[in-house]
């Protein structure tokens, strides 16, 4: 079944410390995107990348990292910079970077930082 | 500043009702909207689209309808059903932005049985 694969569904850390969560994608799709969702908000885009090896800056890249170094992968790096990275984390991608083609979603990661 | 809005964050209907779930946009530019669907702990997944060139765009249980002068869609679920009870997100691409999407807060709708 192709599909988008987010690990681990939860992660806990402490605050200083950088956390990489993984998003993987059997979709063959070229865009890959990452979000975040806080409690009674909305989605709110942090890094996306259109093509393998180039990744753009959303409203929210302020304290985090992204890497496109093959097609399948989109690991998001936060850091310890994220002034509030307690939140949960959806990863998804589409077939292109139209805006048209509907997004395919993981299903999450939950980061709580203490 | 949002330019996607679900002013109502949530909604509450009886099975077997039409449940009216509301979007209003400010920016003009928009030409197409999407509504996704998420249940807790899960990603969203797509619901159903609308280009600008339409008022309105039907499947199955869903309809969307566009209104471009007001700015406002909204999506109708008849009959609502129980395993409807979601958070309910519109979104827009953003043209001028690597067309990436913007999305609403989101409405939370309960179907009782």
């Known amino acids: 079944d192709g599909g988008i694969t987010q690990s681990p569904k939860y992660l806990f850390r402490k605050e200083g410390q950088n956390v990489t969560l993984s998003c993987e994608q059997n979709?063959?799709?070229?865009?890959m995107y990452w979000y975040r969702q806080d409690p009674g908000q909305g989605l709110r885009l942090i890094y996306y990348s259109q093509i393998v090896n180039d990744f753009q800056k959303g409203d929210i890249a302020e304290g985090y990292s992204v890497s496109r170094e093959k097609k399948e992968s989109f690991p998001l790096t936060v850091t310890s910079a994220q002034k509030n990275p307690t939140a949960f984390y959806l990863c998804?991608?589409?077939?292109?970077?139209?805006?048209?083609?509907?997004?395919?979603f993981g299903n999450g990661t939950r980061l709580t930082v203490t | 500043d949002q330019q996607v809005k679900q002013n109502s964050p949530s909604l509450s209907v009886q099975e077997g009702r039409i449940s009216i779930l509301n979007c209003d946009y400010t920016n003009s530019m928009f030409d197409y909207f999407l509504w996704y669907k998420k249940y807790p702990a899960e990603g969203p997944t797509f619901l159903i689209s609308?280009?600008?060139?339409?008022d309105k765009n039907e499947d199955g249980r869903f309809t969307v309808f566009l209104n471009k002068s007001a700015k406002h869609l909204s999506l109708h679920i008849v009959p609502s059903q129980p395993g409807d009870s979601a958070v309910y997100f519109c979104a827009a691409p953003e043209r001028g932005a690597g067309n990436m999407l913007t999305f609403g807060g989101g409405t939370r709708l309960m179907v009782k049985p």
């Open positions: 609308i280009s600008s060139i339409k």
């Open positions: 998804a991608s589409s077939i292109d970077g139209t805006g048209d083609s509907p997004l395919h």
């Open positions: 979709l063959n799709h070229d865009a």
